[in-house]
């Protein structure tokens, strides 16, 4: 979903998830609704990549989020498995 759309259209309903990945110190926003993904952030049609959690924590925060989950990306990735942030 990209960012331009969030902002205009919030939904009240979808949780954001910050996966980051090990090793390679990059954070990436999901966006998640009834436990499944629906879609990554974007600008201009790419993911938005940011380099510390608390960049992408800022963003959310501009966007009206007040919560989200911060997981580790890897193969059996359970969201369940992840951390509470509160932003």
């Known amino acids: 979903m990209e960012i331009e ?11 954001p998830t910050i996966v980051t990945s090990t090793g390679l110190h990059l954070y990436q926003i999901e966006l998640m609704h009834n436990q499944r993904m629906v879609g990554r952030l974007l600008k ?3 993911p938005l990549m940011f380099r510390s959690l608390d960049g992408a924590s800022q963003t959310l925060r501009t966007l009206g989020f007040k919560h989200a989950w911060l997981t580790e990306q890897n193969e059996d990735r ?5 951390t509470s942030l509160q932003l």
């Open 5 to 15: 759309q969030l902002k205009r259209y919030p939904q009240p309903d979808v949780e």
């Open 44 to 46: 201009r049609g790419r």
């Open 78 to 82: 359970d969201r369940n498995t992840g």
